[in-house]
């Protein structure tokens, strides 16, 4: 075989074989956004087959040693630190095509522990490997970048001072959204969330969530049964968010 009909070969290859994430549903709302298909290839060399993770159980915990970053690739995830009163604080939940595991890189440790809320499956991409291909693919680095920033924007807004019914509602808002360009309905989703966890999130007293909850129900604006939740009077609803 020529070098030519090496090289066209080798192209076939590239273009033929599909790695993890080309599979993956959520692709372009992960690291591997815009890449190409070489370099989707050495980027599947980097990350380990997905794995499963059952409900309640963490996938790394705080202060442990940073190595790796953790990308959703089913179910859901939550975020939780402990504040100076040793209290603890969620501070995000994770969908699908979302990266966790960002916080420990400034420190070389977690810096909170992250617990599956369902059964759920994760990626792992160790970082010094991710770091070492982000050289020979800048792409790599710009892509992590911006789901650092997009970290950033999300912890600022969900810091707002907005009355209570508003700031459930904006978190409603922003759930439906997330769901919407993972391809879900963003009217009516499954919310694997206690009401204690998304008043400690939203950092409200549990009953204060309970009566905004209510409130929103009695006003037919959304129904919320047996952790699914549908969003009745969208624009209604996005009104209040932005109050």
């Known amino acids: 075989m020529s070098k030519l009909q090496r090289n066209i070969q080798n192209y076939k290859n590239i273009v033929n074989t599909k790695t993890k994430c080309q599979k993956c549903s959520v692709n372009t709302l992960c690291l591997p956004s815009g890449l190409s298909s070489s370099e989707l290839l050495d980027l599947d060399k980097v ?36 504040n100076e009163e040793g209290k603890e604080r969620i501070i995000s939940f994770h969908l699908p095509g979302e990266v966790m595991g960002l916080d420990g890189i400034h420190s070389d440790f977690y810096e909170s522990t992250v617990t599956a809320l369902t059964m759920s ?28 920033s997009k970290e950033i924007y999300s912890c600022k807004k969900n810091h707002i001072d907005i009355g209570s019914t508003a ?29 204690r966890d998304i008043a400690n999130y939203l950092g409200m007293a549990e009953e204060t969530l309970s009566r905004v909850f209510k409130k929103l129900q009695k006003s037919e604006m959304v129904k919320y049964k047996k952790h699914i939740l549908t969003i009745l009077k969208k624009e209604e609803l996005e009104n209040i968010a932005e109050s």
């Open 167 to 195: 700031k459930l509602a904006l978190f409603i808002k922003t759930l439906s959204y997330r769901f919407e360009i993972r391809g879900y309905s963003g009217k009516e989703f499954f919310l694997p969330i206690s009401q």
């Open 121 to 148: 499956s994760y990626c792992k991409i160790p970082y010094k490997q991710l770091m070492d291909l982000s050289i020979e693919h800048p792409v790599i680095q710009q892509n992590l970048l911006k789901v650092m």
């Open 47 to 82: 990350i380990a087959p997905s794995k499963i993770v059952d409900k309640n159980k963490p996938l790394f915990s705080y202060g442990e040693k940073f190595d790796s970053l953790y990308v959703v690739h089913s179910g859901m995830f939550k975020s939780t630190t402990v």
